[in-house]
């Protein structure tokens, strides 16, 4: 394995994450949200 393809592969491994994750969080915070407004009564 050539050491600049495996620099490469992490970096765009991690751009990726970068991009997935804050719409996960968001997801999770809107349905927290959404379980936090059906239990109040």
Known sequence: ???RYI???TT???IEI???IPPLT???RVT???NCI???P
């Open 38 to 40: 059906r239990n109040t």
């Open 18 to 20: 970068s991009y997935i």
């Open 12 to 14: 765009s491994l991690l």
């Open 26 to 28: 968001s997801i999770t």
């Open 7 to 9: 620099s490469f592969f």
């Open 32 to 34: 927290t949200c959404v």
């Open 1 to 3: 394995m050539d050491m």
